[in-house]
C-alpha cells in the first residue's frame, strides 16, 4: 500500500486493533454463565413494585420513549442520561466499572464496542431473560453484533445503512453537482473549497469505523480468521482504491482537520463549513437535536459510487442497549431495554 499521511494511517491502524478484539469475541467458549432464568413473571413483578432505572445513552429518541414506557408503568423511573456520546460516554462508563461506583443499570453501547465490555465480564447476558428469543425481530448484521454462541450481550437500536447527507444550500450557492462517483466528490470538493477557502466537502480526522466502511464498499477483506489465527492484508485492489481516492483530498487539503462529534463539528455541520457527511442512516436525529440551525438545509443521497451506476453501498456504526453486570434492578432494566428496542418503544419513536 501507498504511503498514507499519519491521520490515514492511525485510522488503519485502529482498524486492525478493533478487528482482532472482535474476533476474540467469538472465542469465549469458556465464559460460561451461572445466571438462572428470569421468567416473564418475574419481569411483571419488577414492573408492577416498581424502582428507578439510571440509563446512559446518547440517542435522542429515548426521550419520548422513557416518557412513554413511565406512562405505560407508573411505579418505573427512567433516569435518563444523555449529555455525553463518543469517547466521553465509554471513559465514564469504563471508569464507573473499574470503581464499582456509578454503574448506570442500562448503556447504550456500540457494536464496535461490545466485545471490549463483554470479554471482561462487563455485561449481563440477557438470554435469561428472554432476549435469545428476539432474533427473529432483527436482521442477522445486528443480532450477530450484539451475540456470542448463545449469550446476548444487548438488543440491536439502530443500525447503519449509509448515505451521503449533504448541505444543500451550500450545494446550491455554489452552483456544484451532488457527487455520485468517489472522483465527481474530489472534484466537488475542489470546487467547493476553492469557491470559498473556509468550506470543506468533509471533515477527516482518521476515523476508523468511516475507512472500515469504505473498504468494505470498495471490495477490500482486509481480514482474514482461520480459526484462532487472524490476518490483516490492507494490500489489496480495493483498499488501493479507498487510499489512493482519500489521499488526493487529504494531499489537497480539501477535507478538514475537526475531529467528529465536537462543538466545533456540528458549528460546521450548521454554519456550512463542512458541506457533506457520509454516515449510517442513524444520523437524521442527530440532525435535530445538534443543528437545528441549519433546519431545512440538509438532504440525503446515496453513497458515491466507486463506478458510475454502481449500486454497492456500506454499512457505518449502530448500537445496543446493554446491561452493565454492576448495573442494579435488572429485571427493570431489561424490561425497558426489550420495550425500546424490540417492542412497542420502536413504534413510539418520534
Not at 471508569?95 to 448506570?104: R, S, T
Not at 469505523?209 to 490483516?232: C, E
Request: aromatic share 10%; hydrophobic share 40%.
Amino acid at each position: 500500500m501507498r504511503r498514507t499521511t499519519g491521520r490515514l494511517m492511525r485510522g488503519i491502524t485502529l482498524l486492525s486493533v478493533l478487528a482482532l478484539g472482535a474476533t476474540a469475541c467469538g472465542g469465549s467458549d469458556d465464559d460460561s454463565s451461572d445466571q438462572k432464568g428470569v421468567s416473564a413473571a418475574d419481569i411483571q413483578a419488577a414492573l408492577k413494585k416498581g424502582g428507578t432505572v439510571n440509563v446512559w445513552a446518547w440517542e435522542p429518541t429515548l426521550k419520548s420513549v422513557a416518557a412513554n414506557f413511565e406512562k405505560k408503568y407508573p411505579k418505573v423511573k427512567i433516569n435518563l442520561v444523555a449529555e455525553r456520546s463518543g469517547d466521553k460516554h465509554y471513559t465514564a462508563l469504563s471508569n464507573a466499572i473499574a470503581a464499582k461506583k456509578g454503574v448506570p443499570d442500562v448503556a447504550q453501547v456500540e457494536y464496535f464496542a461490545l466485545s471490549q465490555y463483554s470479554l471482561t465480564k462487563g455485561l449481563t447476558d440477557l438470554a435469561p431473560y428472554g432476549a435469545d428469543k428476539l432474533k427473529a425481530k432483527y436482521t442477522p448484521g445486528p443480532w450477530n453484533a450484539v451475540s456470542d454462541g448463545d449469550k446476548v450481550y444487548g438488543l440491536p437500536m439502530d443500525s447503519g445503512p449509509m448515505a451521503m447527507f449533504y448541505n444543500k444550500k451550500v450545494f446550491d450557492k455554489y452552483k456544484v453537482a451532488v457527487p455520485t462517483t468517489w472522483d465527481e466528490y474530489v472534484d466537488a470538493a475542489a470546487k467547493l473549497h476553492k469557491a470559498d477557502p473556509k468550506v470543506y466537502i468533509a471533515n477527516d480526522a482518521g476515523d476508523a469505523g468511516f475507512t472500515t466502511s469504505m473498504l468494505w464498499q470498495a471490495g477490500s477483506r482486509p481480514y482474514k480468521v482461520d480459526g484462532t489465527k487472524v490476518s490483516v492484508n490492507f494490500d489489496d485492489a480495493g483498499a488501493k482504491k479507498y487510499t489512493d481516492t482519500w489521499q488526493k483530498l487529504l494531499d489537497q487539503k480539501l477535507v478538514s482537520p475537526i475531529n467528529g462529534w465536537t462543538d466545533d463539528w456540528y458549528k460546521g455541520l450548521g454554519d456550512g463549513t463542512i458541506a457533506t457527511l457520509t454516515t449510517g442512516a442513524w444520523m437524521p436525529a442527530n440532525f435535530v437535536s445538534g443543528v437545528p440551525q441549519a433546519s431545512g438545509d440538509w438532504r440525503a443521497a446515496p453513497m458515491p459510487a466507486w463506478t458510475k451506476g454502481d449500486k454497492a453501498s456500506a454499512e457505518n456504526g449502530g448500537s445496543s442497549l446493554a446491561l452493565p453486570e454492576l448495573g442494579k434492578n435488572k429485571e427493570l432494566a431489561y424490561a425497558f431495554v426489550e420495550y425500546a428496542n424490540a417492542g412497542d418503544g420502536v413504534q413510539t419513536r418520534v
